[in-house]
């Protein structure tokens, strides 16, 4: 069936430095991703979303990278901070359903 | 969290018990889901509704029911609580179809003994 899978579930980063989390899908016909940063004990929070028309595109200190060829997505995060900790994970549809694919999620711990 | 609120927040219970979930939002969005999240897995969609009164079933919907006699109110009924329901129940809304992105509540933790 469909997924959508994170590479890495834990990635340890040092606080300045630039994070980049991966996802893949399975889906070819998946035309719009959003990336979501959940916190302990609270509801995922948007990031930044994007569709298969584009291939890059940027939010404040997040960039997301889309590679149709292979289905997969990145998101970087720029000069990492305490704050950034969190599990981010991507979802996946297609226009036209209801439907989102979650990943697993990747927990990112900011070292200081 | 996008005008949408959960009730209640934590709730324990006993196998075998009815429980009911609410989701509430302000933002008169269209769509509304319930989704599951448990250690291991991705968001699991448990229902959704596309309009009032209209609902239709998720990839993890048996043992459960919803209802949306309103558009800001969704419920989540377990209609006998079993204990592999215990788990962590995400409400969100999207306001169209296509390229929009879901809004998620705060969540409510459920525990079944």
């Known amino acids: 069936g469909e997924s959508v899978g994170l590479h890495l579930p834990t990635l340890s980063v040092q606080e300045g430095d630039n994070s980049i989390i991966n996802c893949a899908y399975s889906?070819?016909?998946?035309?719009?991703f959003i990336w979501y940063k959940q916190e302990s004990g609270k509801g995922p929070q948007f990031i930044i979303d994007?569709?298969?028309?584009?291939d890059k595109r940027q939010g404040q200190r997040v960039t997301v990278l889309l590679n149709k060829t292979v289905k997969h997505l990145s998101l970087q995060i720029a000069a990492t901070q305490p704050g950034d900790s969190a599990v981010y994970f991507c979802?996946?549809?297609?226009?036209?359903?209801?439907?989102?694919?979650f990943g697993t999620g990747t927990r990112l711990k900011v070292l200081a | 969290d996008a005008g949408i609120t959960q009730s209640p927040r934590h709730k324990v219970t006993e196998t075998g018990t009815p429980v009911t979930l609410r989701c509430h939002q302000t933002?008169?969005?269209?769509?509304m889901y319930w989704y599951r999240q448990d250690p291991g897995h991705g968001l699991r969609l448990i229902h959704y509704?596309?309009?009032?009164?209209?609902?239709d079933k998720g990839e993890v919907s048996d043992g459960y029911s919803v209802s949306r006699s309103k558009t800001e109110d969704f419920l989540l009924t377990l209609e006998s609580a079993t204990s592999s329901q215990t788990s962590v129940y995400f409400c969100?809304?999207?306001?169209?179809?296509?390229?929009?992105?879901?809004?998620f509540g705060p969540g409510t933790r459920l525990t079944v003994l």
């Open positions: 969100a809304i999207r306001e169209g179809g296509g390229y929009n992105e879901q809004f």
């Open positions: 889906n070819s016909a998946s035309d719009y």
């Open positions: 979802a996946a549809s297609t226009s036209g359903t209801y439907k989102y694919i």
């Open positions: 509704s596309y309009g009032v009164k209209d609902t």
């Open positions: 994007i569709r298969s028309n584009m």
């Open positions: 933002e008169n969005h269209r769509y």
